[in-house]
T-cell receptor, first 117, second 109 residues
Framework: EAQVTQNPRYLITVTGKKLTVTCSQN?????MSWYRQDPGLGLRQIYYSMNVEVTDKGDVPEGYKVSRKEKRNFPLILESPSPNQTSLYFCASSQLHFGAGLTYEQYFGPGTRLTVT | QQPVQSPQAVILREGEDAVINCSSS?????VHWYRQKHGEAPVFLMI?????EQKGHEKISASFNEKKQQSSLYLTASQLSYSGTYFC??????????FGKGTHLIIQP
């Protein structure tokens, strides 16, 4: 089954304690992204990756790091979490397909609800 | 820059129609529509790639006006299962999507 998995699904932590949220996809997609979702603000992109070892900042990258050492994995790292990073986080993967027509679909993971106290 | 969605929220009775609009200040080459149920991940509905293109998915269809940099999502004869938050997204290349803030749709029996 094609899917994007994230772990953990829920996390409560304290300010300053480093954490990593893992993301893995089994579709061999080249493109992966991290988003955060906050009430009234929609989904905002944190970082994205075009391929292994190729990452770039999205709209709200401050306080986050990512890495893409393998095609299937794209972990999100918070070196020193702060309360304003309390949010719902989604990992997504996507691929452009050139077949009968150009198609593009982004698959989202189930989300990670992070609370920083 | 985030596309702008309107309205922010809609409350309908089952069987009524709804229109959700998405506009951008930047040139649009594609518009993507997603639906998110409460507590779940967004799910892809459709992508529109050409100006004036219309696509359909069950009783949900969409149009894309490249010149006006706008897209509209049409929900016909709404069902309870249509409830959720609808997002439009622009972009769609290697750098992912930029989403609007969403439109909350509540369908009442």
């Amino acid at each position: 089954e094609a899917q994007v998995t994230q772990n953990p699904r829920y996390l409560i932590t304290v300010t300053g304690k480093k954490l990593t949220v893992t993301c893995s996809q089994n579709m061999n997609h080249e493109y992966m992204s991290w988003y955060r979702q906050d009430p009234g603000l929609g989904l905002r992109q944190i970082y994205y990756s075009m391929n292994v070892e190729v990452t770039d900042k999205g709209d709200v990258p401050e306080g986050y790091k990512v890495s893409r050492k393998e095609k299937r994995n794209f972990p999100l790292i918070l070196e020193s979490p702060s309360p304003n990073q309390t949010s719902l986080y989604f990992c997504a993967s996507s691929q452009l397909h050139f077949g009968a027509g150009l198609t593009y679909e982004q698959y989202f993971g189930p989300g990670t609800r992070l609370t920083v106290t | 820059q985030q596309p702008v969605q309107s309205p922010q929220a809609v409350i309908l009775r089952e069987g009524e129609d709804a229109v959700i609009n998405c506009s951008s200040s930047k040139a649009l080459y594609s518009v993507h529509w997603y639906r998110q149920k409460h507590g779940e991940a967004p799910v892809f509905l459709m992508i529109l790639l050409k100006g004036g293109e219309q696509k359909g998915h069950e009783k949900i269809s969409a149009s894309f006006n490249e010149k006006k940099q706008q897209s509209s999502l049409y929900l016909t004869a709404s069902q309870l299962s249509y409830s959720g938050t609808y997002f439009c997204g622009t972009g769609g290349g290697a750098d992912g999507l930029t989403f609007g803030k969403g439109t909350h749709l509540i369908i009442q029996p």
